[in-house]
């Protein structure tokens, strides 16, 4: 009776095991229709405001789970000379990981690149949603990615405390 009943618990663990991992990999992610004229839009230095830049080959995922597990990939024919110039740059950029399924997204292959300046991140919009950003970094061969992150304001504000004096007045319910 003991081994009828420690088996069912492992195979009961496992199951879980097995469904949590759907869950997170591949359950709530849904593929992001393209418009075709401003999925990809980045910060103006001169207005201030996010506008649509040139792109194709465009291929995003989102869930409605989370605010941070937007993801995309594009190609660009712009240069960093002529983006630097143009659209406002976003310090402290670090790609979040994606699905392993979302394979033209390498947050790791990325981030290496945004470190040793073989990619340049853009803001693309900020606060997207309360306390989050959406980032924009191309390679210097044209691939562009596209991520949400945290903000300095999200970060306290999400963690319970007062919005500082710098940060928008959070929504109700935060």
């Known amino acids: 009776m003991g081994k009828i009943l420690g088996g069912s618990i492992v195979v009961v663990a496992i ?18 229709k393209a418009t075709g004229t401003d999925d990809v839009q980045m910060t103006s230095l001169v207005s201030g405001a996010p506008e649509p830049v040139l792109y194709d ?4 995922i989102d869930a409605d789970s989370s605010p941070i597990r937007y993801r995309a990939c594009f190609t660009t024919t712009m240069s960093h ?35 040793d300046g073989r990619a340049l991140a853009f803001l693309g919009e ?3 949603q309360y306390g989050i950003d959406r980032i ?5 061969d044209g691939r ?11 970060e306290v504000v999400f963690d319970g405390e007062t919005a500082p004096e710098n940060c928008p007045e959070p929504p109700e319910g935060y």
């Open 57 to 60: 080959n465009f291929e995003a």
């Open 81 to 115: 000379a002529m983006l630097s110039e143009t659209y406002e740059p976003y310090e402290g950029a670090e790609p979040l990981v994606a699905p392993g399924w979302f394979d033209c997204f390498d947050a790791v292959e990325l981030g290496a690149a945004l470190e």
């Open 126 to 128: 900020k606060n997207i």
């Open 144 to 154: 562009g990615y596209v991520w949400h992150q945290i903000n300095d304001c999200g």
């Open 15 to 32: 199951l879980a095991g097995v469904l949590l991992y759907y869950q997170q990999i591949y359950a709530y992610y849904e593929p992001v």
């Open 136 to 140: 924009v970094a191309i390679t210097e």
